[in-house]
């Protein structure tokens, strides 16, 4: 999401996708060949890895892909002031606007996973967004009153949709809407979609730590993705998964966070207290696609293992694993399927650079 974009000139920061690193196998002679692209968008690096019979063709296909996740920014960026999200919401607390496909089937994601998770997962958290940002930016939180302010300009309650004539109304004036947390997986989804109708049916699309796979490279079980540990997203992963036609997000707060006396204020808002979560943790969601396993791996940051783990049981084909730092060490939490999900380990594979921000 253009969320991440930094001011013009300045280098990206901190991307989540440091969690996450995938391995990727070079083909062998006479199978479709592997190739790579490149590009950032939604002030994160998108790459695509895909297997084509030519370059043409590769070539062909990943531009598309690009075309379309930089045609979904400039309908979901909070950066681009003259984005469709932005526009909408200069029009809050009036009339209902009429929108694109794109952004009522994102919102309407969006309010799906607000009410599944219970407002854990809230895109009202606009305001609350950029009261974050100015704390990290002057390292110091916001004064109560402030914060109370924004407070009451949050609740999914007041977006309303409306399927039949494809409008969204904001209730409040004031009101932002925030696609930080599912944008991104919802992009790499759309981006897969071009790619299939290119022709291409095994690829790997990845924005920061949001991952979407099509049919696995030639020969093999699925795409190789390492999980860094939790204590140094820097370190060797210390476990590998097989990905096939699905997704994997991971969501927490090792890349992205403001230290203030002491306490680490994470990206991820508890849409309850205004504030970013203070605990040290990650979670990795696996899911049939990229928009649920991203905004899986935001809501379950947001209500912890016991409530997260519940609600990630009731999603169809979801496995979640957490990572939580005690003071007795690291705490690891597995959903029931995540004895399911395949794992492999790294040895004949060939390495890839890491997901990360860097343009
Ligand atoms: P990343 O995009 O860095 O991988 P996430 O997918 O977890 O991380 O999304 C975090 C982003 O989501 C934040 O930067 C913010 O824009 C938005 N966000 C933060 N808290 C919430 C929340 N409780 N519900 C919905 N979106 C949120
Ligand atoms: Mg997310």
Known sequence: MARLSPAPGTRIPFLLGLFVFFVVNTAVAGEPQRFQFAQGHMGALFRIVLYAPDETLAKKASDAAFARIAQLDGIMSDYKPDSELMLLCQRAGGDPVPVSADLFEVLNQSLVAARRSNGAFDITVGPLVRLWRLTRHNRELPPPTVLARAKELVGYDNVVLDEKDHTVRLLKPGMQLDLGGIGKGFANDKAMAVLKEQGITSALVVAGGEMTASAPPPGREGWTIGIAPLDN????????????????????DAEQFVEINGTRYSHILDPKTGLGLTGHSSVTVVAPNG???????????????????????????????????????????????????????PKTEKAEPKATGAH
């Open 233 to 252: 997203p820097d370190k060797a992963p210390s476990l590998y998964l097989l990905l096939r036609d699905g997704a994997i997000s991971t969501s927490g």
């Open 291 to 345: 928009t649920t396993s991203d905004w899986l791996a935001t809501a379950v940051s947001v209500m912890g293992p016991e409530q997260g783990l519940k609600m990630v049981e009731s999603s169809l084909g979801v496995a979640a694993l957490i990572l939580q730092a005690t003071k007795d060490g690291d705490k690891v939490y597995e959903s029931q399927r995540w004895k399911d999900v395949p794992k492999t380990g």
